[in-house]
């Protein structure tokens, strides 16, 4: 039995290249489709959306010829947002040529109930955006230390912090099963990841993983086989037609 497509969405100012040890990890296991998102990565030629309604409308239009074999999303951290909100988008339109989900899983991110902006960074000048990034163990030194990386990548970094410090919880869940995966040591999501299971209706499942909030990066074969494990047969089978 086949295991189904897997649709990434990355993280803040991240891009599909940031999929790609995953991608070798699940490769023979489980088909991978890393996105990027318009203005950024291999799409940094494209206009910048950082509204969620433009986004979702130009997502799902995009995704919704590939949804007619059993698929799931991935989101990590910001990413996470992502998914959730096209997967709502897509739901609402009932499209009857896509195949409903498999599942959603969201990594290292809060329940979107729990999220909290103590600073707004996207209303921040270039610099001072990316130094409070630092400060959160988001951003290396080596960018800090280039003018011009600095100026390359302020403007997809600050649209991706805009769209998820302006995020606004949807109040109607989802019926499709979530998986909330969070690393042990991330403060930034600490018990929070229970919060996830306000967004769907369906079955809900957590996994800790050893390490920080770039746990992703940290143990990479133990989150492939997670979900190779997770998302494998009798869900799949389920949604076969």
């Given amino acids: 039995m086949s295991l189904p497509k897997l649709f990434c969405f990355p ?14 990890q699940l490769r023979g296991r489980m088909e991978m489709v890393a996105m990027d998102l318009p203005g950024r990565g291999r799409r940094r030629g494209e206009r910048c959306i ?22 799931a999303f991935l989101g990590y951290s910001f990413g996470a947002l992502v998914a959730l909100n096209v997967m709502q988008r897509l739901a609402t339109d009932g499209d009857s040529s896509a195949l409903p989900p498999i599942a959603l899983v969201v990594c290292a991110l809060r329940g979107p109930t729990s999220i909290e902006h103590p600073q707004l960074l996207h209303r921040m000048d270039d610099r001072a955006m990316f130094e409070a990034l630092r400060d959160l163990g988001g951003v ?10 600095i100026t ?30 969070h690393g042990r040591q991330d403060d930034s999501v600490g018990d929070a990841f229970a919060s996830w299971r306000r967004e769907t209706r369906a079955s809900f ?10 746990f992703m990066h940290q143990h990479v074969t133990t989150l492939a086989d997670a979900l190779v494990e997770d998302l494998a047969c009798t869900d799949v089978r389920r949604h076969i037609v």
């Fill in 205 to 214: 499942r957590s996994r800790a993983f050893n390490g920080g909030h770039m």
């Fill in 50 to 71: 950082d509204t969620w309604p433009e986004l979702e409308t130009a997502l799902a239009t995009e995704l919704r010829p590939q949804l007619r074999e059993p698929y």
């Fill in 140 to 149: 290396p030194d080596e960018l800090l230390a280039s003018p011009e990386l």
């Fill in 152 to 181: 390359l990548s302020a403007p997809s970094m600050r649209a991706d912090l805009k769209l998820f410090e302006t995020h606004e919880p949807q109040s109607a869940p989802l019926d499709v099963p979530v998986y909330a995966y």
């Fill in 11 to 24: 993280y803040a100012g991240g891009s599909s290249w940031n999929f790609r040890p995953l991608a070798g």
